[in-house]
């Protein structure tokens, strides 16, 4: 599904390098888990792979579904069935996340020429959906994030993300800020978006997550690269030795 | 004033009618006074210092009474279901019986042309009483030279349900003509209205708008009034705005700002009284070269009064927003509540924004605020919605239209809020 090959990458304008050759295969089904320190790359990595401007490629290859996505813009990689489920999701007043969501489908509808949804088609839809993350009606009609308290502003990422329906998400530090109830409401949503047709990678510093999604495949991140890779056992021995323990042994 | 030999009088640039209009001789004859000794305002001046006034300068305005009937004029399209019986139309600053329709108001009502009712009581202590802008010229050349206009005059605890629509509208005039739309409301004690005052231009001629309005507000009135300027793209317009308010009296202006090549709106609220409300929005969406400039003022002068000004702006191409917003407090206005927001969006690298609030505050137990902010859209905003499938171009357009929304949704009434939504979508959607 997702091939990510040597990739290299630089803050646009800027010389300091900041992934430097990420190699990472992703299978339809599969639920992968990216662990590393602060500055190690991980979100870096989701953001490049969805296309921020802010980041150039400079060396190196995205595949998804066989195609090249390396050089294309956000929205194209998102009607091709990419997600990122944002660290710091913005605010944006004025603009309910209904309004936003009905542009977001039907715009990927069309470029996948599936049928648009008219408004109370949509609505129908929306309401469907709220169940997952165990949101009222009225969450729909708020501006988007404007005001969510930091587990509303997660709440709301994975919401999006069931009603957009990807292929692939990025979970980027979905846990962060989060208190045990609302992680347990955010995993729970994530738990029943997952099915065998698509693939989730979760971007996390904690293991904590992993207690509430189980990934498939743990890899660890430092200094811009992919150091190990491995299964849940993994997860489990950084947890009890931290990363200074792994960088010394792998050093 | 400065000395008039450093600056080129008014006659230089627009040419009156030469022998005074018959009704209100005494208005007119002291303000043609005050013309004759005033000058025009140049960059030189402190309140002009930003503003170019080119457009107006480059040209020579002309008074001219058409008098036509314009029977052939379809205006359909501008009518207001809210007002299809509350209606004044006045094409190139002539009333137009023919296009206006006022049926139905309570008894004691007065809507109509200011020219029919030129002994009335109320319109002879009221006009001209509540414009004294200093050193001003556009004042007096409206006093001297208004040929027609609005009178609304709502006796005591009378309530006008249907908004009332004032339509200016500018035909494609071959000159460049001078035009000056005036409108006295006297509102008495606790009644109310909604006047929606609209500037059209039907062309994108040439041509000078002058408005000059004077809202006189009693005990317990309340009064909603959006003004709407979509004149001609080549237009310049000048608009003094007036409103006085008594004890209790409520008073909630919407000023949006979409046409004109100049706009130079100066907005006036005084609190004659204690314990009032009042709001001076806008909302400024320009682009191209235009130039649209507010020079308000909340002018608290007894004491318990709420004032509320957000003023939204957004620039595009190599358009120019000026703001200075005055808060005058006087000594002894005690407990004023006013707050004040100039918040601008610079939508591309070329366009300019000067910003000013200016609070003069001579009471001591007053809550007074103010904040201006210039800024673009964020990257981060647009990769947001970008990431969830819209075009860049998408995404930028619905950042700017939620940005300008917040002034639309206050708008009293449902067509016009309807209307703008679909002005806001033009200027976001214009490429």
Known sequence: MLEIRNLHAIVEGEELEILKGVNLKVNKGEIHAIMGPNGSGKSTLSKVVSGHPEYEVTEGTISFEGQDITEMDADERAHLGLFLAFQYPVEVPGITNKTLLREAYNTIARANEREELDPLEFEDYLVSKLEIIEMKDEFLNRSINTGFSGGEKKKNEIFQMAVLNPRLSFLDETDSGLDIDALKVVSDGVNKIATPENAIVMITHYQRLLNYIKPDFVHVMMNGKIVKSGDISLAEELEANGYDQMQKELA | MSSVSTKE???????????????????????????????????????????????????????????????????????????????????????SPLHSAIEGMPDGVIVGNINDFPEHEQLRSHLGTMTNYEDDVFVPLNDVNFQDGTFIYIPKETVIEQPIHILNVFTNLNNSHFVTPRVLFVGEMYSKATIIEEHIGLSDNVYLNVPVNEFRLYSGAHVHHA????????????????????????????????????????????????????????????????????????????????SHQLH?????????????????????????????????????????????????IFADDVRCSHGATIGQLQDEEVFYLQSRGLTEQKSRELLVYAF????????????????????????????
């Not at chain 2, 409520?250 to 100066?266: A, D, M, Q, V």
């Not at chain 2, 000026?322 to 004023?336: P, T």
């Not at chain 2, 309807?418 to 490429?431: C, F, G, M, P, S």
């Open chain 2, 312 to 360: 939204k702006v957004v620039v595009n191409d190599q358009a120019h927003s000026i703001f200075n917003g005055k808060i005058f407090v006087a000594k002894d206005a005690q407990k004023i509540d006013s707050f004040q927001e100039n918040r601008n969006l610079l939508i591309s690298d070329t366009g300019k924004v000067n910003t000013k609030p200016q609070l003069e």
């Open chain 2, 9 to 95: 009088l008014i006659h230089a640039y627009v040419q009156l009618p030469g022998v005074l209009r018959q009704n209100f001789k005494e208005l007119r004859s002291q303000a043609k006074d005050n013309l004759d000794n005033c000058a025009f305002p140049t960059k030189k001046d402190e309140e002009w210092r930003f503003t170019d006034l080119k457009s107006i300068t480059m040209n020579k305005f002309e008074s001219v009474d058409t008098g036509e009937a314009h029977i052939d004029l379809e205006l359909d399209e501008y009518h207001l279901p809210e007002s299809m019986n509350s209606r004044l139309v006045f094409i190139d600053g002539n009333y």
């Open chain 2, 404 to 431: 300008a929304l917040e002034s639309v949704e206050s708008m009293a009434v449902k067509s016009v809020e309807e209307l703008l939504l679909k002005e806001v979508i033009a200027y976001t959607n214009r490429d």
């Open chain 2, 227 to 306: 003004r709407i300027q979509r004149d001609s793209k080549n237009a310049s317009h000048i608009s003094r705005p007036v409103a006085m308010l008594d004890a209790h009296a409520e008073y909630h202006s919407y000023t949006i700002c979409l046409g004109s090549k100049l706009f130079r709106n100066e907005p006036r609220v005084i609190q004659n009284a204690e314990e009032v409300d009042f709001t001076v929005d806008g909302l400024v969406l320009i682009d191209g070269k235009q130039i649209a400039d507010t020079h308000s003022i909340m002018d608290h002068r007894f004491s318990h009064g709420n």
